[in-house]
Nanobody, 115 residues
């Protein structure tokens, strides 16, 4: 059974940086497509970034050039490095694993950007 645990959220000033982590148990991590999403009250969960099993990343235009998705298959951990944070980046961030027809989500972590 796959368990997904997130960490690294918190409060940061605009222009600052933060790194989110997402660690998964089980044997599916290395072959899975991994992603980050975020959600604010009253809005749908939005795609942020995705990284393939071979390490190829795709970032949404809203974060391109500021956020970087990466993975460490030895540690079974997904990362999101967030730089040049803006007020509109405030949200609950979720990690996602897709392996075949199966999909798993982390519990979410709050990121708050202040002025």
């Amino acid at each position: 059974q796959v368990q997904v645990v997130q960490s690294g959220g918190g409060l940061v000033q605009a222009g600052g940086s933060l790194r989110l982590s997402c660690q998964a148990s089980g044997s599916i991590f290395s072959g899975a497509t991994l992603g980050w999403y975020r959600q604010t009250p009253g809005k749908r969960r939005e795609f942020i970034a995705r990284i393939s099993s071979s390490g190829w990343p795709v970032h949404d235009a809203s974060v391109k050039g500021r956020f970087t998705i990466s993975r460490d298959n030895v540690k079974s951990t997904l990362y999101l490095q967030m730089n040049s944070l803006k007020l509109e980046d405030t949200a609950i961030y979720y990690c996602n694993l897709v392996s075949g027809a199966n999909e798993y989500w982390g519990q979410g972590t709050q990121v708050t950007v202040s002025s």
